[in-house]
Nanobody, 115 residues
Framework: QVELVESGGGSVQAGGSLRLSCAAS????????MGWYRQAPGKQREVVAR???????NFADFVKGRFTISRDNAKNSVYLQMNSLQPEDTAVYYC?????????WGQGTQVTVSS
């Protein structure tokens, strides 16, 4: 059984930074690409960034240059470093596999950015 647990969210002012962590249990982590996703109030969930097992990354246009994604396969963890945060980044952030699996969605971690 796979469980993904996100942490590291919080409230910051515009221009601030946060580092999100996602800890994965189960045997999938080392063999699958992972991604960070977010859902703002009243909006659909959207992909933020993805990372392959080998470390190749891609980012949504709205975070390019501000966010970085990384992973530690030995710790079954994936991270999202968020810099220059803006109010429009306010959302619940989730991790999941590259092609999200419904059963893997966790509680997410809330990020709130004030102006």
């Amino acid at each position: 059984q796979v469980e993904l647990v996100e942490s590291g969210g919080g409230s910051v002012q515009a221009g601030g930074s946060l580092r999100l962590s996602c800890a994965a249990s189960g045997s999938i982590f080392s063999i699958t690409a992972m991604g960070w996703y977010r859902q703002a109030p009243g909006k659909q969930r959207e992909v933020v960034a993805r990372i392959t097992v080998g470390g190749d990354t891609n980012f949504a246009d709205f975070v390019k240059g501000r966010f970085t994604i990384s992973r530690d396969n030995a710790k079954n963890s994936v991270y999202l470093q968020m810099n220059s945060l803006q109010p429009e980044d306010t959302a619940v952030y989730y991790c999941n596999t590259f092609k999200p699996i419904t059963a893997y969605w966790g509680q997410g971690t809330q990020v709130t950015v004030s102006s």
